[in-house]
Nanobody, 118 residues
Framework: QVQLVESGGGLVQAGGSLRLSCAASGRTFRNYRAGWFRQAPGKEREFVASISWSGGNTQYADSVKGRFTIPRDNAKNMAYLQMNSLKPEDTAVYYC???????????WGQGTQVTVSS
């Protein structure tokens, strides 16, 4: 089973930046699409961003376009979420996930808290 560990969350002022990391261990990370999701209290989990295994295709939620990027480094078994121009509305627990097959996010981390204050 693939294991994912997120790190880099914390408290930041509005307008600031954070870089979340997702470290993967186990089999064939290189072939998996990587995604980031988030969930705020009382809200459903929502999609944030994803990147194909090659890095050639990225997708972003409308709410984060132009502010977030999702680089990855397959040689290091790492995926990232670079978050700039943070807003209080970005406050949530952020999860990384891997999809061995299209639309099938089978592997999930335990999440890291991001809190953005005014």
């Amino acid at each position: 089973q693939v294991q994912l560990v997120e790190s880099g969350g914390g408290l930041v002022q509005a307008g600031g930046s954070l870089r979340l990391s997702c470290a993967a261990s186990g089999r064939t990370f290189r072939n998996y699409r990587a995604g980031w999701f988030r969930q705020a209290p009382g809200k459903e989990r929502e999609f944030v961003a994803s990147i194909s295994w090659s890095g050639g295709n990225t997708q972003y939620a409308d709410s984060v376009k132009g502010r977030f990027t999702i680089p990855r480094d397959n040689a290091k078994n790492m995926a990232y979420l670079q978050m700039n121009s943070l807003k209080p509305e970005d406050t949530a627990v952020y999860y990384c996930a891997l999809a061995p097959r299209p639309t099938q996010y089978d592997y999930w981390g335990q999440g890291t808290q991001v809190t953005v204050s005014s």
